[in-house]
């Protein structure tokens, strides 16, 4: 049965058949948002496919000017064209203009994937999921493919209709699956931990359901507010100074950052505006430009690389320390660099302390750092990305002896936290700082509550940001600290376990102090034979280590990244270690 209706047009704009579609389902989504006119979504569905050989002129009960009619074999389109004509009746003519006309395309009246789809995909999949964690110690760590394997395996470009989901989840084993590097393996021990828990994912999910944007209070008061919470909660776990905290009525407070490479760069630019701010004053007769050449900053020279690259983005010079004989920064080091730069005229202004290095796991003497960027009005950032989850444990706070020196704090729960990436963690005691330094307002983006709460917009480089506290609340309530707790003592016991396996064989050395869960460890003799040693371990596929050097040595890193790593994958990480490098050395002899 075929129905025919009308919808007008302003005078002068015509509308043939429905071939094209105005943009006044645009414009009536507008006035619904402005007068709540809850019927007015039943207007969506116009969006139809128009036959082309039949059309009749009616007159327009309100308008006069060009329109035409046109027809559909649907019903529900019918009565919605129908609906819309009603309220595009109720509204003065001068409200509703057609800016554009839009090439109609038929879709379908329900979506490909309604909630009852959703529910039975998703089970499936928490299914999959869960299945792939309990078993991942049966697959193998490092794949064996090589690059551009995966084009091959799917189609060269989009469907042109939906696929089923059902096909979907069975192409994760085909051609997903043979690609990943297994993260999460008892026995992946390359770089540092990427954390992983069960309560974490399940609020990764609800979060993508929720799927705020949250860069001011305004738009997800839930989204601020609940990280305002969760960076007091943490920092009194690490036991922060009062300072750092919102809680403590101060200046201080946390934010969530993407990762530790974004901290650091969010702490020099915070620096560098407020060294700006204190030499116009001192010096008004200076550009900024002629300011900002003078500026230097300092680091380890075992610091990560995103502090050099941070200095690179800051458009400032960084300057790389020296470490002692246990690789640590040293405060009689940064003293004397800072006075150099003072007699040649430059402007000390940031520095970067870490705790926990990426080679060794060494941590700077933050006790000797920080008075000396107090005593010179140097902004101290501490990166502790990797180390600062053990510090929710007592026995380790000592390493962060001298923290209440610090401006900036910050480490990565995704690390080592079993919170999923990303959630990197930081604390300053001058937020303001960054505010003013980013502080971009354009008026659709102000809101009446500014002031009364963060708007996070500023405290970081992108605008956008996902509901990441989320996770922080849903691991810290379903953990709690004492399993916390237990988690980080658990893999700093097993790193103590393969130090002790390799000080066993006399063949191999240590090579830097064993403190948290990275064992650093080589054969004895020619770099050569560690990376022959690395090269072998890495292709058997059963284990995964990533090397490391250190005043030209070169050694082999061993991180106890899993949740699932037990004493028994250590011995199995051990035997692979120990028969390859009796192959290695049976070649030397060869």
């Known amino acids: 049965m075929t129905t025919k209706c009308s919808l007008t047009a ?16 645009v414009e009536l989504f507008r006035f619904k948002a402005k007068r709540g006119l809850r019927e007015m979504s039943n207007a969506a569905p116009l969006l139809l496919r128009a036959t082309s050989n039949k059309s009749l002129k009616i007159p327009s009960p309100r308008w006069c000017g060009a329109y035409r009619s046109v027809t559909s074999s649907s019903p529900l389109v019918s009565r919605n064209i129908a609906r819309l004509n009603r309220y595009v009746s109720c509204y ?24 009852p789809q959703f529910k039975e995909f998703a089970k499936e999949m928490i299914d999959y999921v869960a299945n792939y964690l309990e078993n991942i110690r049966d697959r193998r760590v490092l794949p064996t493919v090589e690059p551009g394997y995966l084009r091959p395996l799917i189609p060269d470009s989009a469907p042109q209709k939906a696929d089923k989901w059902e096909e979907v989840l069975n ?3 085909r051609v997903i699956m043979p690609g990943v590097t297994h993260w999460h393996s008892p026995r992946f021990h390359a770089y540092f931990p990427t954390a992983n828990s069960y309560p974490a994912i399940v609020a990764d999910i609800l979060s993508g359901a929720i799927a705020c944007i949250g860069f001011s209070w305004i738009a997800s008061p839930a989204c601020t507010e609940l990280e305002v919470v969760m960076l007091d909660w943490l920092g009194k776990m690490l036991d922060l100074p009062k300072e750092f905290l919102a809680c403590s009525g101060g200046k201080g407070g946390g934010v969530i950052q993407g990762t530790a490479s974004e901290a650091t760069l969010v702490a020099l630019l915070g620096a560098k505006a407020r060294a700006l701010a204190k030499h116009r004053k001192e010096f008004p007769d200076l550009t900024d430009f002629e300011i900002v050449s003078k500026l230097i900053g300092y680091t380890s020279a075992q610091s990560h690389s995103s502090v050099e690259r941070a200095g690179l983005l800051g458009g400032v010079k960084l300057r790389s320390l020296p470490v002692d004989g246990d690789y640590k920064l040293r405060g009689e080091t940064l003293e004397r660099a800072v006075k150099e730069d003072l007699e040649a005229g430059l402007i000390p202004f940031y520095a970067v302390a870490t705790l926990g290095t990426t080679s060794s796991c060494a941590f700077d003497r933050l006790d000797e750092i920080g008075p000396v960027c107090n005593e010179n009005d140097v902004w101290l950032h501490v990166d502790a990305a990797y180390a600062g989850s053990a510090f929710i444990c007592p026995e380790f706070r000592h390493l962060m002896k001298g923290i209440e020196r610090a401006d900036s704090f910050n480490f990565n729960p995704h690390k080592w936290m079993l919170v999923n990436f990303d959630c990197s963690a930081m604390w300053l005691k001058e937020p303001a700082w960054l505010v ?27 605008l956008g940001r996902r509901f990441r506290a989320l996770k922080l609340w ?15 003592r658990k893999h700093i016991g097993l790193a103590h376990y393969f130090e002790e396996l390799v000080r ?15 064992v650093c460890f080589r054969l004895k003799g ?26 030209d040595i ?5 991180s106890v990244c899993s949740r699932f790593t037990e004493r028994e994958d250590i011995d199995v990480t051990w035997k692979e270690v120990r028969e390859n490098a009796d192959l290695v050395l049976a070649e030397k002899r060869n």
């Open 10 to 25: 302003t005078s002068g704009e015509e509308m043939t058949r429905l071939t094209y579609l105005s943009a006044l389902v």
């Open 92 to 115: 003065p003519k001068r409200k509703i203009r057609f800016r554009n006309l839009y090439r109609l395309e038929s879709i379908n009246e329900k979506p490909e994937m309604d909630a």
């Open 171 to 173: 192409d994760i084993e």
């Open 436 to 462: 003013d330094a980013f502080n971009v307002d354009p008026l659709y983006l102000k809101h009446d509550q500014q002031g009364a709460a963060p708007d996070y917009r500023h405290w970081q480089i992108p």
């Open 474 to 488: 849903f691991v810290l309530r379903l953990y709690g600290v004492d399993n916390l707790q237990a988690f980080i």
């Open 504 to 518: 066993s064989d006399d063949r191999f050395e240590i090579t830097a102090e064993v403190i948290m869960g990275l």
């Open 526 to 551: 020619k770099n050569e034979l560690s990376e022959q040693l690395l090269k072998r371990i890495n292709a058997n596929g059963v284990v995964h280590m990533v090397p490391s050097k250190i005043n």
């Open 554 to 558: 070169y050694f082999l890193r061993l």
